[in-house]
């Protein structure tokens, strides 16, 4: 029984229990202080006419005052009893009548599907991905408001337990293409078990947010197990490294010796305030800017006179000597790594891969968390002036906000941009909703964790594609095109249709980076295609 059905029962066992100790008071009550013998079938007939305000019958008036205070008592019980049927009962009634309510199990003829255990935010991501391929999909959700919400938003989803084979096999676990787990660490493994029980050839991905975990979950059946936090954090400390880590692994290799990176313009750098054009990175990097994001919002074609302000982040292509001489041209020309300069805020999963990167570096950093931990340099609440001030805000050329709240990570960058205009902010939020907020704030680089996870779990799941990068702001695929098959990448005009770049083209073998409007794609060629997880989509929707 699910937890409504479970208060209907108890309600109707107290109710019943109710009536046949007032019945049975009553009985006795009557003979002993009124004189006035019933039977336990009259005294029942009382008790439900006085529960249902019915009347009393032909026993009213009652002289005693023992009768006439048991009279009072069983009036208020009955009205208690009364106006708790409401909430317990007619409520839930009424609103299944009246509102959209979601079934408890799948349709027979569905398969081929994916089953996503549960509903988060972080599954938004992965359910555009799956929509943008035509590959069904099927929400299993144990919270009842929340599944009945999903059903009326038009999603495809079913009120059961994922923890349980009923609610595995009401989905049809043994038609599905796979299962995706994402609730909790321990959740996650329960999920597992009861998959492999059901259906033990069925993939199962299982997301985990402490790796130390991995393990466990590959015990309990796991086909995939993903770690999204750690990849999440070696990405915002690459932007912390970039002049170390350009050429070592940031950038994205496309062919022998293209590679694509994001490249941010820093305060104080020989880029900053100028217009794109007047930047001259074409003739003295020798790069292809492949597109830009201002405050957040991406830009596949930026204008000549677009302005590159602090916090600008470049899409650029091109070998890796010329990869370096953009990154020296966007650093500021007082950049230095010296003790404090870089400070972490929040040391959970997120943080303590930041720190071990920059440890890998060879870059001091200070360390601020609410927790006293091993490691923790300054305990205290990041959104206080006062905490930032004593971790050395003042001096900092970086500060990475690894904190696990998308609204204290908000008001830490207000508080932070503030304190230090020039300071540059790296941040991690949990939402995908709220990336451009945070920028609102004065962020200069936001990772979303929900992002990360929709693509990793998208890269096990969609056949026919590779990515190449999931920890970056855009996202590079390879795969085939069947409907460019013929066309010229002049008139495919990829770019206005769908805002993403054909970096490559692979073809027997070969990676092909020397492109022009007249390269005609053939079948079996294979597309290096870098977007944003729109974009993505949209060229997917287009042309595969």
């Known amino acids: 029984m699910n937890g409504w059905q479970r208060r209907v029962v108890g309600y109707f066992l107290l109710l019943a229990l109710a009536l046949v100790g007032t019945a049975a008071v009553y009985q006795w009550g009557m003979g002993t202080f009124e004189g006035r013998p019933r039977t336990f079938l009259d005294s029942l007939q009382f008790a ?22 048991f009279i009072v008592v069983t009036d208020l019980m009955g009205m208690a009893l009364l106006v708790g049927a409401l909430p317990v009962v007619a409520t839930p009634l009424l609103e299944s009548a009246f509102s959209d309510t979601a079934p408890e199990s799948l349709d027979d003829d569905i398969s081929g599907h994916v089953i996503i255990c549960s509903y988060t935010t972080r599954a938004e991501v992965l359910i555009e991905e799956l929509d943008a391929h035509d590959v069904p999909h099927v929400i299993v959700e144990a919270d009842r408001d929340r599944a009945n919400e999903l059903y009326g938003d038009g999603n495809r989803v079913i009120r059961a337990d994922p923890e349980s084979a009923e609610g595995l096999e009401g989905a049809r676990l043994p038609a599905a293409r796979a299962l995706v787990a994402d609730v909790s660490d321990q959740v996650d493994a329960s999920i597992v078990l009861a998959a492999k029980e059901v259906a033990e050839d069925v993939p199962v991905v299982s997301v985990v947010d402490d790796p130390e975990l991995e393990r466990y979950h590959r015990l309990a059946g796991a086909d995939h197990v993903l770690s999204p936090r750690p990849l999440l954090g070696r990405g915002l400390a690459e932007k912390v490294t970039t002049a170390l880590r350009t050429e070592l692994g940031e950038a994205v290799a496309i062919g022998e ?21 007047e930047s001259g990175i074409r003739e003295r990097a020798g790069v292809n800017v492949i597109g830009a994001w201002f ?3 991406f830009d596949a074609s930026p204008s000549p006179d677009a302005t590159l302000e602090r916090g600008t982040v470049l899409l650029v292509s091109g070998r890796p000597d010329q990869l370096e001489r953009l990154v020296g041209m966007t650093q500021s020309s007082v950049r230095r790594f010296s003790p404090g300069r870089t400070v972490i805020a929040g040391y959970g999963q997120v943080g303590r891969t930041v720190a071990a990167e920059l440890d890998d570096a060879g870059i001091p950093y200070t360390v601020v968390d609410r927790t006293d931990d091993e490691g923790v340099d300054v305990v205290g609440d990041a959104t206080e002036p006062e905490t930032l001030s004593t971790a050395g805000i003042d001096e900092a050329d970086t500060v990475v906000l690894a904190l696990p709240d998308d609204t204290t990570t908000e008001f830490a960058t207000l508080v932070i941009r503030e304190a230090a205009p020039d300071t540059e902010i790296v941040a991690r939020v949990d939402e995908h909703a709220n990336v451009s907020k945070t920028y609102r704030a004065g962020a200069d680089y936001v990772l979303s964790l929900a992002t990360v996870t929709g693509r990793m779990s998208a890269a096990r799941l969609l056949e026919g594609r590779e990515v190449l990068s999931v920890e970056g702001q ?17 008139e495919a005009n990829v770019r206005d249709r769908t805002g993403c770049t054909v970096m490559a083209i692979e073809r027997d073998g070969a990676v092909r980076t020397e492109m022009g409007p007249d390269t005609v794609v053939e079948r079996g060629d294979e597309l290096v295609v870098v977007g944003t997880d729109e974009g993505i989509r949209a060229f997917e929707r287009a042309y595969a």
């Open 257 to 277: 010796d293209l590679r694509l990176a994001e490249v941010s313009v820093r305060h104080g750098g020989d880029l900053a305030g100028s217009t794109l054009a």
């Open 474 to 490: 855009v996202e590079v695929i390879r795969l085939e095109a069947p409907r460019l098959v013929g066309s010229t990448l002049g």
């Open 295 to 297: 405050q957040g919002d």
């Open 48 to 69: 439900v006419e006085m529960f249902t305000t019915t009347g009393f019958g032909g026993d009213a008036r009652w002289t005693s005052p023992q009768m006439q205070a």
